[in-house]
């Protein structure tokens, strides 16, 4: 059987083999870098907490856990702001004046990350350190905690979250608004009836975001406190695998073993991305397709 082939698909293959030419090489890479801290540790590298590059014991289970709690922290909070902004906009606002804050929004997405680590530095820290001693006479003195690094990561990411879904929102179509305006609905009832054509997208921008939330370096090492364990109290400092990436590197050269140890780490935030990118991928195909209703 023969198969046409025409210009358009000569043309794009080079580029697409290219796309996974390059993941493929950043993996062998990272593969690669961390093979001689996986043989020596085995899977202690991920199951303790030994980060001592004196006696050059390397295990990354604390930043591992911080990255999950402060994103996990932080998707809680962006999906709350996301969605609220959506349909506050979308629902009760006049058509200027939401598209005047989806303006806002746009520029928002395109700032910096280390702007909103600065910011996060100068006036989250302050009021998380303040919340905290006044509710249990504790936490970090410099504010610096897992809870300041998921407020900023989830203000960082709100935009783009709420810019999918709003996407999302205005593409249902029009026969179904122009219905319920006609009968009367308000703007709760119009969103509570719009939800069911865009939870799928919902489902999936949270899992997109919790992704990026995972991987973000800059504005969480700045506020995340960077000490090196593993506190169940969201006001104590810890770690991440990027910061803890961002710190050390410059200094791994001296100690046997800790680069290896920071590809390793950098493999498994990798891995563990993947796995939350096709998670969400089955759940938006789930959530498309009727499932869980």
Same mark, same amino acid.
């Given at each position: 059987?023969r198969v046409a082939?025409d210009?358009?698909?000569v ?32 899977? @202690? ?14 295990g990354?289970?604390? !930043?591992?856990l911080g990255?999950?709690?402060v994103s ?7 999906? &709350? ?7 506050f ?5 006049? !058509?200027?004046?939401?598209?005047a804050l989806? *303006? ?6 395109? &700032?910096?990350?280390?702007?909103? *680590? ?7 820290a302050? /009021?998380?350190?303040?919340?905290a001693?006044?509710l ?7 504010g ?12 960082m ?9 709003g996407?999302?929102?205005? +593409?249902?179509?029009?026969?179904? @608004?122009?219905?319920?305006?006609s ?6 009832e ?19 975001s919790?992704?990026?939330?995972? *991987?973000e370096?800059t504005? /969480? +090492?700045?506020?995340?406190? %960077?000490?090196? %364990?593993?506190?169940? %109290? ?9 910061s803890?990436i ?12 800790m &680069? ?8 498994? #935030? ?10 969400g #991928? ?6 498309? @397709?009727?499932?869980?209703?």
């Amino acid at each position: 059987m023969r198969v046409a082939v025409d210009k358009f698909t000569v043309t794009s293959l080079p580029f697409a083999l290219a796309v996974i030419a390059i993941l493929a090489g950043i993996t062998a890479t990272l593969a690669i870098g961390s093979a001689p801290i996986i043989l020596e540790e085995g899977v @202690r590298f991920v199951l303790t907490s030994a980060w001592d590059p004196q006696s050059g014991s390397y295990g990354i289970l604390p !930043a591992l856990l911080g990255t999950l709690y402060v994103s996990a922290l932080a998707t809680l909070i962006l999906s &709350l702001l996301s969605l609220g902004f959506v349909a506050f906009t979308l629902e009760y606002l006049p !058509a200027r004046l939401g598209e005047a804050l989806q *303006g806002l929004i746009f520029y928002a997405a395109a &700032l910096p990350t280390v702007v909103y *680590g600065l910011w996060g530095l100068d006036a989250v820290a302050p /009021v998380v350190r303040n919340m905290a001693s006044s509710l249990f006479q504790g936490g970090s003195p410099t504010g610096q905690s897992i809870m300041t690094g998921a407020v900023v990561l989830a203000v960082m990411n709100a935009p783009y979250a709420s810019l999918i879904i709003g996407e999302a929102y205005r +593409s249902i179509p029009f026969t179904y @608004r122009e219905a319920l305006y006609s009968l009367g609905a308000n703007g709760f009832e119009r969103f509570a009836v719009s939800w069911g054509f865009v939870r799928g997208a919902f489902a999936g921008t949270i899992l997109l975001s919790f992704g990026k939330c995972v *991987g973000e370096t800059t504005a /969480v +090492s700045l506020v995340v406190g %960077n000490s090196f %364990n593993a506190p169940l %109290n969201p006001f104590e400092p810890g770690i991440t695998v990027s910061s803890l990436i961002v710190n050390y590197a410059t200094e791994a050269p001296l100690y046997g073993h800790m &680069l290896s140890a920071l590809h390793g780490a950098a493999l498994v #935030m990798l891995l563990m991305n993947a796995v939350f990118i096709l998670a969400g #991928m089955k759940l938006v195909g789930f959530v498309s @397709r009727g499932g869980g209703k």
